[in-house]
């Protein structure tokens, strides 16, 4: 790592900097508010494809941001995995889905019924490869899911399968390790001291104090950006 990090505009990144391969996963972490959801769906207008789709967890009853990203990204809504099949296939191979279950409002029903249909689809990707599995908010598949095994599996073997886990977060305190080990990290300014001491967790390879000062000095929705494999840091501004 260098000993300055560079500022780019966010369209700059996205369109000259930004180079993902099947497989690899990102990290998106920033508090509520923060700008997370609209970067990954920035991303993943650059990345998904045919070859390559995207399922967006979603675990939230209602979400405006999702449904017009979704719109805009021409993303098909499913509640259920594997998604029903809707007469033929008039314009190619979908480059993503928004899997995004019913909710009863019961949480103990939901919450039971909602991990089986995640588990299939983690599972499924994992197994078939070429896909990005963006799961917006991590703690809450783990946490109240209850699918922390299979997320590390994807994790630690997903590369291989060329199946990618972007995960993100506002709770980088209490989410898997695993996740700053992730190919891609993009970190934005948490105030919280718990968040900032998990920062350590980032590995070998990486200026962690560098990173601290970084971080601490970033505006809302900036963030900054590590590339583990290539050991580089850019900030992107808003």
């Known amino acids: 790592m260098t000993d300055t990090v560079v500022r780019l505009d966010r369209g700059e990144f996205l369109r000259e900097y930004w180079d ?9 972490l920033a508090p509520t508010g923060g700008g997370k959801t609209h970067l990954g769906y920035q991303l993943l207008a650059e990345t998904m ?6 399922i967006v967890f979603v675990m939230k009853p209602r979400d405006a941001t999702v449904e017009k990203f979704a719109k805009r990204l021409r993303l098909r809504i499913v509640r259920e995995w594997p998604p029903p099949v809707h007469g033929r296939v008039l314009h190619g191979k979908p480059r993503g889905w928004v899997l995004w279950p019913a ?12 991990s089986v249909i995640f ?3 983690i599972l499924d990707s994992y197994r078939r490869g070429h896909r990005i599995l963006f799961a917006d908010e991590t703690f809450s598949l783990e946490e109240e899911l ?11 073997k ?3 399968m060329e199946c990618g ?11 898997s390790l695993w996740a700053y080990q992730a190919h891609h ?3 934005g300014n948490d105030p919280d001291e718990r968040a900032r001491a998990r920062l350590a967790e980032i590995g070998a390879g990486v200026d962690k104090g560098l990173v601290r000062a970084t971080v601490g000095g970033l505006e809302q929705h900036e963030f900054l950006y590590i590339n583990r494999d290539e050991r580089t840091m850019c900030v992107i501004s808003s």
Request: aromatic share 10%; net charge neutral.
């Open 20 to 28: 993902y391969s099947p497989g690899e996963h990102v990290t998106i």
């Open 165 to 175: 886990l972007w995960a993100a977060s506002q709770r980088p305190a209490f989410i």
């Open 146 to 156: 209850g699918l922390t095994q299979e997320l590390r599996t994807v994790w630690t």
């Open 185 to 187: 990290l993009f970190l």
């Open 158 to 160: 997903g590369r291989s």
């Open 119 to 121: 588990e299939r689809a």
């Open 103 to 114: 909710h009863s409002f019961r949480p103990r029903v939901d919450q039971a019924r909602h």
């Open 49 to 54: 494809s045919e070859d390559d789709p995207a």
